[in-house]
């Protein structure tokens, strides 16, 4: 999802600079946060400085207009990932980072944009029904596939290049998921966080970050404090403290009663033991 915003700013790069849309490794990031909630707090191009460029774009009304038709559009195709950036914007406009993991997973971390389906078409995004996934897992498991259809051809990922460099091939700065050793200071040492890394034969060396502002790190410290709940209760197996993260995800919005009844029977649905 970072590479995608990376490839919205090259297409901006495009624009300010009229130039031909560089390849997204030239847009040099400083990322923080955690797993799909990611910010980037200072962005260039050979030497030019994207974020405050962006700033001003972002303080203009018709950089935000009312995407609702473009929703409806894709919900009539099932285009169920398309997104226009409008979320990641906004939070560059309200809270003063960049979001970096896509529109979908940033609205997934804040009540605001889910409060209903008129406000998140509104950004142009539409959920993904769980029906959806049912006929694709399905689709998927009864299809036969040919010989050219098993080609192996690379992706947008960066997997294969990331074994590259561990095995002592190339190097590399991309972001990565590790434990906080310090590259995020505004959370504690040992949570799982993501940041820009170094990847080299034999080694990850994560990159510390720059801090975002405050609202920022008061949104993602409250979700990396929920995570660190759950793997605290599981590990313990305590539902007690299962359930109380669960009551202080940012997108639960129901009583208590019927958060009670929902929690019990998603822990018998999933067999959840310990």
Request: proline share 4%.
């Amino acid at each position: 999802e970072v590479f995608h915003t990376q490839n919205y700013l090259a297409q901006k790069v495009a624009t300010w600079f009229s130039v031909p849309v560089p390849d997204r490794r030239e847009i040099r990031i400083d990322l923080t946060g955690v797993n799909h909630f990611t910010f980037i707090t200072k962005a260039f191009w050979q030497g030019h400085d994207l974020m405050s460029l962006l700033t001003e774009y972002v303080s203009e009304a018709a950089t935000f207009p009312d995407r609702t038709d473009a929703a409806r559009k894709r919900l009539k195709a099932e285009s169920w990932f398309e997104s226009d950036f409008l979320v990641a914007l906004s939070f560059l406009r309200d809270f003063g980072a960049l979001g970096a993991a896509g529109d979908r997973h940033l609205a997934e971390f804040v009540p605001w944009f889910l409060d209903s389906d008129k406000t998140l078409h509104r950004y142009g995004i539409i959920r993904t029904p769980y029906e959806w996934r049912i006929r694709q897992a399905k689709e998927k498991r009864e299809r036969q596939y040919s010989d050219q259809d098993l080609l192996a051809e690379r992706s947008d990922e960066e997997g294969v290049d990331i074994m590259r460099c561990l095995m002592g091939d190339t190097s590399m700065i991309t972001n990565i998921n590790r434990p906080n050793e310090g590259q995020i200071t505004y959370l504690p040492i040992g949570r799982i966080v993501e940041t820009n890394g170094v990847i080299e034969q034999n080694a990850i060396r994560p990159l510390v970050s720059s801090n975002p502002p405050q609202a920022v790190q008061t949104l993602v410290r409250k979700i990396s404090d929920i995570q660190q709940m759950v793997l605290d209760a599981v590990w313990s197996g305590d539902d007690q403290l299962l359930f109380a993260a669960f009551l202080s995800d940012p997108l639960m919005n129901i009583s208590f009663d019927k958060a009670r009844q929902l929690f019990d029977r998603m822990l018998v649905s999933s067999s959840l033991t310990y």
